[in-house]
């Protein structure tokens, strides 16, 4: 190993560790619902809106950019050892200290690389840095101001006698906004193992999915959909992405069809002419009718 890489054994900084995640990964509604981190790779230094029945979210990025649905895999995972906690024990916690080979575990990755740990510091600070506007309320409490993932992210190296750098036990501390949807919302979803195998848009499908499919099959229109996902593409391209999708089929507990009705009531002209094209939707519908059932947790 260079002397550039992280250890993949880690040392101890904290007294307290909480407990590796035990079974499954979890998420809360809201941040399956919504788009609230980017699709792209690469930084996205350009603010993020969204606004639609009613709801508005406004979303700055960090000075490394917003933060990714990569980055969203850590989130994920410290809200996944909140819920265990408030399982195990009925109390809320909102500060959490791990070993990251414990979420390169949980996400699947076997063995992580010096790059997957430099990558995992950078999204650190990218869920520290992001700031979040919304008017989405959870806990029957309302937000009016930012507030970003983590209100505090810690993480430490350190260089052993080998010269080896030595990534040390991560400390994070949720946003209220999240402590309160796991805690008073409790709209806890599991996920499947296969989600961190998936491309952004296709881990977005898989999020809606979760979320409105329940034994039936569930239409969106592709324009509405498009917002849901985060898609920035053109409608055309982004129709493409998903008849590509739908065709390759990898997405774990759904499927996808991307299918063009006729209206019910088209419109017409003046001499009473159907007018108009056909409309594009995305239909999703679960591959088993009980696919990954929504998860409430009992006080």
């Known amino acids: 190993m260079d002397s550039r890489d992280v ?3 880690q040392g101890k900084l ?23 981190f980017s699709l ?11 606004e639609m029945d009613g709801v508005k979210i406004e979303i700055k990025p960090s000075s490394s950019g917003i933060a990714t649905m990569w980055d969203k895999e ?27 080979h414990d979420f390169f575990r949980a996400t699947g990755v076997a063995r992580p690389s010096s790059r997957d740990y430099e990558r995992f510091i950078e999204a650190l600070g990218r869920l520290q840095g992001t700031q979040i506007r919304t008017n989405i309320k959870t806990g029957t409490i309302g937000t009016r101001g930012f507030f970003s993932w983590f209100a505090e992210a810690q993480a430490s190296t350190r260089e052993t006698a080998s010269g080896i750098e030595q990534l040390m036990p991560v400390r994070v501390q949720l946003c209220d906004w999240l402590v309160r949807a796991v805690s008073r919302d409790r709209r806890i979803y599991d996920y499947h193992n296969d989600y961190f ?8 499908l898989y999020e809606l999915a979760h979320c409105y499919c329940r034994e039936e099959e ?4 592709l324009e509405i959909l498009g917002a849901k996902i985060g898609s920035t593409s053109p409608l055309r391209t982004l129709k493409s ?5 739908a065709l390759e089929d990898k997405m774990p507990a759904y499927s996808i069809e991307v299918r063009e009705v006729v209206p019910k009531t088209p419109a017409r002209d003046k001499l009473g002419r159907k007018v108009g094209k056909p409309e594009t939707v995305v239909v999703m519908r679960p591959k088993d009718r009980a696919a990954n059932p929504r998860v409430m947790l009992v006080a």
């Open 40 to 50: 792209a790779k690469r930084p996205q230094m350009e603010a993020m809106t969204y």
């Open 14 to 36: 904290f007294d307290y560790l909480d407990s590796p995640l035990h079974g499954k990964v979890r998420g809360e509604q809201s941040i399956m619902d919504f788009p609230l």
């Open 7 to 9: 250890a993949l054994t």
């Open 218 to 221: 569930y239409e969106m229109p």
């Open 197 to 204: 195998r998936l491309g952004s848009i296709e881990r977005r």
């Open 241 to 245: 992405q998903l008849k590509k999708i």
């Open 74 to 100: 850590i989130l994920i995972y410290v809200l996944s050892l909140m819920v265990q906690h408030l399982g195990r024990t009925g109390d809320v916690q909102n500060v959490f200290t791990f070993n990251a």
